[in-house]
């Protein structure tokens, strides 16, 4: 079924072209990612389109109720909620018995049951340096007892990682109980272990017998199979026939309209309730809105922003698709988009004045009002601070000046730190008198070259000559995460309510990881150091809310805005919610054939 070596441009399975939907054949999820995956082994990959692949394939102790608003967290694989000591440095979980993996050679031709052993595997593989997982920051943030310590033995002893060593920290107790052991408190540690598309448990056997091709071979227990995969251009997955009996359940609001409407046409329904996903990538935006209005596809994930005039002016679904039975989801996201400066790099980075002055001088000149109304259809709101809505350190209410467009004191403050054009170039040179070498990383794709013209623009209204280094999306989070890329503009989308991941932004441990412009700081790394282990409380916000005052002071990221997300069902398609901080929801929508209408 799978292939065990897997090179650029080879498919698993079949290269064919899907049949065409019928009401006979398949229910089948058509839709498109509007950037490539990287690949599908969790421990590797950072990604949000890899990683809304993954958590349909494997499993998280925990999870969100898929309707719950607010979130509420609920067993996935765990026969209940883990539950934690008094101090919160100890949680002890319980597997499901009677939970198994999708069929795989690995397995000898017999059933692979679920074990508390596969948690600990997991978890491990994270803290393997060989893996070079860019979630190990988060891992280690854990502070899960003797892992960091095995990791560091691994590097200086220059073998292997044990993973049959004990861990003090990861303990299975019997076949299905493990426990977690705390350096430090951890009120919140549930809702790191409810991110399937990075903590969904794999099989010992599986990524041993993969080799190097784990990102191409994922196997967990989950209701959904990785069938067909041409990188960068189509994925295709299958309902597991291995998928034990599950069900629709959810708790929404009493008031919640659209919530309890849901509930009641799908709760006890077997899921999945879909057979089929295929998955197109398309980066540009004209033929992912093609496809999506000519019925190619179920759902359009995200409208691009230069067709949401016609999709839905007015934020109302255009009364001519209105017509044909489909219906829009807008949803302000919890996410932020930002421009990051490398905090190493010798120009842009480091914490002197001059620097410090550059980086608020670009990020004054930087008029996100005129993206958000040229290239982004209005559909977002100016950032003031770090931290996205639906999180605990969001204010609403917040004003900075990392939400000001000032050109007047952008070029104000780059003459009081000397950055003149001293050749009449129209160009700025350093202090020192020499060029001023400034490159921002982009991609091709439509929407990034217009906000790059906005860019340019704003750059050289205050002096700022700065060229454009373009590669595709992944090759430049690679570099990105490496240190490689001086300026990028990116977007995090928030994988759990708590601020603490977004605080991980200033923290060094997490150079190269979340903290994408590896900002290092003291005052930084104590407080996300303190706010990891603190309850919710005024204590804690006060504190969250001085690191964020620490990025709008030294700014390693200019944090741009929020985004509203427009989503569009096809009459066929029904169950849809965008879920709020886990990726996974194809397992709770249906795909019902239905007659065009009559025009």
Same mark, same amino acid.
């Given at each position: 079924m799978r292939?065990?070596?897997?090179?650029?441009?080879?498919? +698993?399975?079949?290269?064919q072209a899907a049949e065409p939907p019928s009401a006979t054949g398949p229910k089948t999820l058509r839709y498109a990612f509007r950037v490539a995956e990287t690949g599908f082994d969790p421990a590797k990959i950072l990604d949000l389109y890899s990683r809304t692949v993954t958590p349909h394939i494997f499993e998280s102790l925990v999870?969100?109720?898929?309707?719950?608003?607010? %979130? !509420?967290?609920?067993?996935?694989?765990a026969a209940e909620l883990p539950t934690s000591n008094a101090d919160f440095t100890q949680w002890t979980a319980r597997v499901q018995p009677g939970i198994y993996f999708q069929d795989d050679p690995a397995f000898g031709g017999k059933k692979r049951e679920l074990t508390a052993a596969d948690y600990v595997y997991t978890y491990k593989r994270f803290a393997d340096p060989k893996v070079a997982s860019p979630a190990w920051s988060t891992v280690e943030g854990w502070r899960v007892t003797g892992l960091k310590a095995a990791r560091d033995a691994a590097l200086k002893s220059k073998r292997d990682f044990d993973y049959d060593a004990p861990i003090a920290g990861l303990q299975q107790l019997d076949r299905y109980t493990l426990r977690f052991q705390l350096d430090k408190p951890n009120p919140r540690f549930l809702q790191e272990l409810a991110n399937a598309d990075l903590f969904g448990a794999v099989a010992r056997e599986v990524i041993e017998a993969a080799g190097d091709q784990t990102m191409a071979r994922p196997v967990g227990t989950g209701p959904f199979v990785l069938k067909q995969w041409r990188r960068g251009s189509l994925i295709v997955l299958e309902k597991s026939p291995a998928y034990r009996e599950r069900v629709y359940e959810a708790n929404p609001a009493p008031?919640?309209?659209?919530?309890?409407?849901?509930?009641?046409?799908?709760?006890?329904?077997? +899921?999945?309730?879909?057979?089929?996903?295929?998955?197109? +990538?398309?980066?540009?935006d004209q033929p992912r809105w093609l496809s999506f209005v000519r019925g190619e596809h179920d759902f359009l994930e995200r409208v691009p922003e230069p067709f949401i005039g016609i999709a839905a002016p007015n934020?109302?679904?255009?009364?001519?698709?209105?017509? !044909?039975?489909?219906?829009?989801?807008?949803?302000?996201?919890?996410? %932020?988009?930002?421009?990051?400066?490398?905090? $190493?790099?010798?120009?842009?980075?480091?914490?002197?004045?001059?620097?410090?002055?550059?980086?608020?001088?670009?990020?004054l000149g930087m008029? %996100?009002?005129?993206?958000?109304?040229?290239?982004?259809?209005?559909?977002?709101?100016?950032?003031?601070?770090?931290?996205?809505?639906?999180?605990?350190?969001?204010?609403?209410?917040?004003?900075? $000046?990392?939400?000001?467009?000032?050109?007047?004191?952008?070029?104000a403050l780059l003459d009081l730190y000397g950055y003149r054009d001293r050749d009449g170039d129209g160009c700025r040179d350093a202090p020192d008198g020499g060029p001023l070498k400034l490159e921002m990383g982009t991609t091709p794709e439509g929407i990034q070259r217009q906000i790059d013209e906005l860019f340019d623009k704003d750059m050289r209204r205050i002096g700022l000559c700065i060229p454009f280094r373009t590669a595709?999306?992944?090759?430049?989070?690679?570099?990105?995460?490496?240190?490689?890329?001086?300026?990028?503009? %990116?977007?995090?989308?928030?994988?759990?309510?708590?601020?603490?991941?977004?605080?991980?932004?200033?923290?060094?441990?997490?150079?190269?990881?979340?903290?994408?412009?590896?900002?290092?700081?003291? $005052?930084?790394?104590?407080?996300?150091?303190?706010?990891?282990?603190?309850?919710?409380?005024? $204590?804690?916000?006060?504190?969250?809310?001085?690191?964020?005052?620490?990025?709008?002071?030294?700014?390693?990221?200019?944090?741009?805005g929020h985004r509203f997300l427009l989503d569009i069902e096809q009459p066929q398609l029904r169950g849809y919610r965008r879920p709020m901080f886990i990726q996974n929801w194809w397992e709770y929508v249906d795909i019902t054939p239905t007659t065009p209408p009559i025009h």
């Amino acid at each position: 079924m799978r292939a065990l070596l897997l090179t650029l441009g080879l498919v +698993i399975g079949s290269a064919q072209a899907a049949e065409p939907p019928s009401a006979t054949g398949p229910k089948t999820l058509r839709y498109a990612f509007r950037v490539a995956e990287t690949g599908f082994d969790p421990a590797k990959i950072l990604d949000l389109y890899s990683r809304t692949v993954t958590p349909h394939i494997f499993e998280s102790l925990v999870t969100y109720d898929y309707l719950a608003r607010p %979130v !509420q967290l609920k067993p996935l694989t765990a026969a209940e909620l883990p539950t934690s000591n008094a101090d919160f440095t100890q949680w002890t979980a319980r597997v499901q018995p009677g939970i198994y993996f999708q069929d795989d050679p690995a397995f000898g031709g017999k059933k692979r049951e679920l074990t508390a052993a596969d948690y600990v595997y997991t978890y491990k593989r994270f803290a393997d340096p060989k893996v070079a997982s860019p979630a190990w920051s988060t891992v280690e943030g854990w502070r899960v007892t003797g892992l960091k310590a095995a990791r560091d033995a691994a590097l200086k002893s220059k073998r292997d990682f044990d993973y049959d060593a004990p861990i003090a920290g990861l303990q299975q107790l019997d076949r299905y109980t493990l426990r977690f052991q705390l350096d430090k408190p951890n009120p919140r540690f549930l809702q790191e272990l409810a991110n399937a598309d990075l903590f969904g448990a794999v099989a010992r056997e599986v990524i041993e017998a993969a080799g190097d091709q784990t990102m191409a071979r994922p196997v967990g227990t989950g209701p959904f199979v990785l069938k067909q995969w041409r990188r960068g251009s189509l994925i295709v997955l299958e309902k597991s026939p291995a998928y034990r009996e599950r069900v629709y359940e959810a708790n929404p609001a009493p008031d919640d309209a659209e919530g309890q409407a849901l509930l009641t046409r799908f709760k006890g329904r077997r +899921i999945p309730m879909i057979d089929r996903v295929e998955i197109s +990538i398309l980066t540009e935006d004209q033929p992912r809105w093609l496809s999506f209005v000519r019925g190619e596809h179920d759902f359009l994930e995200r409208v691009p922003e230069p067709f949401i005039g016609i999709a839905a002016p007015n934020n109302q679904l255009a009364p001519n698709l209105a017509k !044909q039975g489909m219906k829009l989801h807008r949803t302000l996201g919890s996410d %932020v988009f930002l421009a990051f400066f490398n905090m $190493e790099d010798p120009v842009v980075g480091g914490l002197a004045p001059q620097q410090i002055a550059l980086r608020r001088a670009i990020a004054l000149g930087m008029d %996100v009002q005129r993206e958000i109304r040229l290239v982004r259809g209005g559909q977002a709101i100016p950032a003031q601070g770090n931290f996205p809505p639906h999180t605990l350190g969001y204010d609403p209410a917040f004003k900075s $000046e990392n939400g000001d467009f000032d050109p007047p004191r952008a070029k104000a403050l780059l003459d009081l730190y000397g950055y003149r054009d001293r050749d009449g170039d129209g160009c700025r040179d350093a202090p020192d008198g020499g060029p001023l070498k400034l490159e921002m990383g982009t991609t091709p794709e439509g929407i990034q070259r217009q906000i790059d013209e906005l860019f340019d623009k704003d750059m050289r209204r205050i002096g700022l000559c700065i060229p454009f280094r373009t590669a595709k999306w992944p090759e430049q989070l690679k570099a990105a995460r490496a240190g490689k890329l001086q300026m990028w503009m %990116v977007a995090y989308s928030s994988a759990q309510p708590d601020a603490y991941s977004a605080a991980t932004r200033f923290s060094s441990t997490h150079a190269g990881g979340n903290n994408i412009a590896r900002f290092s700081l003291p $005052e930084a790394d104590r407080l996300v150091d303190e706010i990891a282990s603190m309850p919710d409380g005024p $204590e804690r916000l006060a504190k969250l809310q001085r690191l964020r005052s620490i990025g709008v002071a030294y700014m390693p990221y200019k944090i741009k805005g929020h985004r509203f997300l427009l989503d569009i069902e096809q009459p066929q398609l029904r169950g849809y919610r965008r879920p709020m901080f886990i990726q996974n929801w194809w397992e709770y929508v249906d795909i019902t054939p239905t007659t065009p209408p009559i025009h």
